[in-house]
C-alpha cells in the first residue's frame, strides 16, 4: 500500500510541480497516473521512491516512511527508456540485476529463466541487448524490474511505441503481477492498457490531483473521460 499526505513539491522555490497531493492505494491494485505533460507525474514517482523529497507532507510505502524504507526490498522502477545495460544479453542483465538483490545464485537463476520465459525473450537470451527490437527491449527492461520480486512497482509507459503482440505480452504479465505485488504505479498515455490491467484512475493536472475514480465507474470511452476531465480543469 502507498499512502501519500497532503504532498507537495517545487523545484528551486519556483511554481509548486505539486501541491497538495493525496493518495492511498489498496493491495492488489494498479492505478494509472494520468496527465499531460509536465502534470507532475515523473515528480510524483521520484518523491515516492526518495529521489526527490517533498517540500511539505508524508509518504507511507506499507506503513514506514519513504525516506526509511529499504527500497531494494520494496521498490522496483521502470525507466521510460533502458533500464538494462545494452552491451550484455538480456540472460546477463538478468543474472547481474537478481544477483545484487540478496538471493542465491540457484534463486536468481530460475527466476531469470522464469521471466524470459513468460516475456517471450528465449529465443533473444543470448543476443546482444542494444541489438533486439524495441518491443524486446521494453520486455526485458521489464523484466530486470521484476526479478528482485518487489512489493511495490513503479512503472513509466511501459508500452509506449512498441509493437502490438509486446504490448499484449506485457499486459499479459501485469495482470498476473496485480495477485502479487502489494500495489502498482503506471504513468502512461496508452488508455487500452489501463482499460486492460488498472483498477484505479487518477488525473494530474498542473501539479494538481483533479480526478480520481474507480476503472469499472468510468462508464464510458477512456479517452473521452480522460480529455473531459483535463478540458474542465483548463
Given amino acids: 500500500m502507498i499512502e501519500i499526505n497532503n504532498l507537495s513539491f517545487s523545484y528551486d522555490n519556483q511554481k509548486q510541480a505539486l501541491e497538495n497531493i493525496n493518495i492511498k492505494t489498496a ?3 494498479i ?11 515523473t515528480t510524483l514517482f521520484k518523491c515516492i521512491m526518495g529521489l526527490l523529497k517533498p517540500s511539505h507532507g508524508l509518504i507511507k510505502v506499507n506503513n ?5 524504507l ?6 522496483s522502477y521502470l ?3 533502458g533500464g538494462f545495460y545494452s552491451l550484455l544479453t538480456p540472460w546477463q542483465n538478468l543474472i547481474f540485476r537478481g544477483s545484487r538483490h540478496n538471493k542465491n545464485k540457484k534463486e536468481v537463476k530460475e527466476l531469470a529463466s522464469d521471466y524470459l520465459h513468460k516475456l517471450e525473450l528465449n529465443n533473444m537470451k543470448n543476443k546482444i541487448s542494444g541489438m533486439l527490437s ?8 521489464l523484466a530486470c524490474t521484476l526479478i528482485n ?3 511495490i512497482l513503479i512503472l513509466d509507459e511501459p508500452t509506449n511505441g512498441i509493437d502490438q503482440v509486446s504490448s499484449e505480452i506485457i499486459i ?7 495477485h502479487k505485488c502489494n500495489s502498482i504505479l503506471i504513468n502512461t498515455h496508452d488508455l487500452v492498457l489501463v482499460g486492460a490491467v488498472c483498477d484505479n484512475i487518477i488525473v494530474l493536472n498542473k501539479g494538481k490531483l483533479i480526478e480520481e475514480k474507480k476503472v469499472e465507474d468510468i462508464g464510458m470511452n477512456l479517452r473521452k473521460y480522460y480529455l473531459d476531465v483535463v478540458d474542465s480543469y483548463k
Fill in 64 to 68: 514506514m516512511f519513504n525516506d526509511m
Fill in 79 to 81: 525507466p521510460d527508456k
Fill in 27 to 29: 493491495d492488489r491494485t
Fill in 31 to 41: 492505478t494509472a497516473i494520468l496527465g499531460h505533460k509536465g502534470a507532475g507525474k
Fill in 172 to 178: 499479459s504479465i501485469l495482470k498476473e503481477l496485480k
Fill in 149 to 151: 520480486q518487489p512489493k
Fill in 70 to 75: 529499504p527500497y531494494d526490498e520494496y521498490i
Fill in 134 to 141: 524495441k518491443g524486446m527491449q521494453r520486455r526485458l527492461a
